[in-house]
């Protein structure tokens, strides 16, 4: 399951453990691809809690982490950010860079 984040229980829901956080938009082509690849991880992957903020709706946490290009993936690991990569990324790649994070 993908859980959808805010700017208010974002730190909350990603202080502990690995989660990728997805930011979004409706409007944004590359991220209504990118979505099923998150969704699909979602459902393989017990290791990962993944999660997704839109950025329209919720600009604070996008600005803190200097988001300017969408879809962004942030990897943390117990509350602190350790992959920032923009753009589309098939399943595999992600397997890969979550793999460092959770073996």
């Not at 691809?33 to 699909?40: F, G, L, R």
């Amino acid at each position: 399951m993908v859980e959808v984040l805010t700017d208010k229980n974002y730190e909350e829901e990603t202080k502990s453990g690995v989660v990728l956080t997805d930011f979004w938009a409706t409007w944004c082509g590359p991220c209504r691809m990118q979505s099923p690849v998150i969704e699909s991880l979602a459902e393989t992957n017990d290791k990962v809690k993944f999660s997704k903020m839109d950025v329209d709706a919720n600009p604070e946490t996008p600005a803190n982490f200097g988001i300017m290009a969408i879809p962004t993936l942030v990897v943390k690991k117990d509350g602190q950010v350790v992959e920032k990569i923009t753009g589309f990324h098939n399943k595999e790649q992600l397997e890969t860079i979550l793999a460092q994070y959770t073996d």
